[in-house]
């Protein structure tokens, strides 16, 4: 796990146990290491990723993911629902 790079300055914690179920973590920003390591990158985009370490201690990790040259990304599809079509749908109970 050598590869690992992590963000400098750039902090993920778990939530407080009072917090409501959807924030999925807090994030701490030291404004002056994590300025410092921006402006030595060379990239106009950086992606990071927050995980969890096998103890369970949250951290951020850049992500370093880039296509293959000339490959071309398909884009995604959207989700197929399971409910059938609306105009396959009987029910004689409905009043209308």
């Known amino acids: 796990m050598s590869d690992i790079e992590f963000i400098p300055g750039l902090i993920a914690k778990?939530?407080?146990?009072?917090?409501?179920?959807y924030v999925k973590c807090k994030l701490s920003i030291k404004r002056a290491e994590l300025l410092a390591w921006l402006e030595s990158q060379p990239d106009e985009w950086i992606n990071g990723e927050v995980k969890v370490s096998?103890?369970?201690k949250m951290y951020v990790q850049r992500d370093t993911w880039k296509p293959n040259q000339g490959e071309r990304q398909e884009p995604r599809k959207p989700a197929q629902s399971k409910a059938p079509p609306a105009d396959d749908f009987e029910d004689d109970s409905l009043p209308f």
Not at 14 to 21: F, L, N, R, S
């Open 14 to 21: 778990a939530p407080g146990d009072k917090a409501p179920e």
């Open 54 to 56: 096998l103890n369970g």
